[in-house]
């Protein structure tokens, strides 16, 4: 799992972005602009949906599965390759080929592990 906030700022983004809701899932603002629409398939929204948790210090928080990750990465280099984002979406397709760059040779889950620590819990 991925935090909203970490997804945010993995995309360069404000953590405390708009959440609009699409087909019953919330997703950022920024994943619900209409140009984006072509290239976000019928199964996004499944993947995309928001799992509410609890952190450490017992505040509610949501993030989403970590193989959204690489579904967004995707989205935005095929709009990219077509032409269609504007210069904000740009700046974001330049963040997510970055993070592509190293889902691929690294993995999502595993990448995600790294980053938070649990990868020498789970080898316990």
């Known amino acids: 799992?991925?935090?909203?906030s970490g997804f945010m700022m993995g995309l360069?983004?404000?953590?405390?972005g708009r959440q609009h809701h699409?087909?019953?899932?919330?997703?950022?603002?920024?994943l619900t602009l209409q140009n984006l629409e072509p290239f976000?398939?019928?199964?996004?929204?499944?993947?995309?949906?928001q799992i509410e948790f609890?952190?450490?210090?017992?505040?509610?928080?949501?993030?989403y599965s970590a193989n959204l990750l690489p579904e967004v990465c995707d989205v935005f280099?095929?709009?990219?390759?077509?032409?269609v984002l504007n210069a904000t979406q740009r700046y974001i397709a330049d963040r997510v080929r970055i993070i592509s760059?190293?889902?691929?040779?690294s993995g999502?889950?595993?990448?995600i592990d790294k980053a938070t620590g649990y990868q020498k819990v789970r080898e316990k």
């Open 12 to 16: 360069g983004r404000l953590s405390k």
């Open 108 to 111: 999502t889950i595993r990448l």
């Open 54 to 63: 609890r952190t450490k210090q017992g505040a509610k928080a949501f993030g």
């Open 40 to 49: 976000i398939g019928e199964d996004f929204a499944v993947i995309a949906k």
């Open 77 to 83: 280099a095929r709009a990219q390759r077509a032409g």
């Open 1 to 4: 799992m991925i935090t909203y």
């Open 22 to 30: 699409r087909g019953g899932v919330k997703l950022p603002s920024l």
């Open 101 to 105: 760059e190293q889902l691929q040779s």
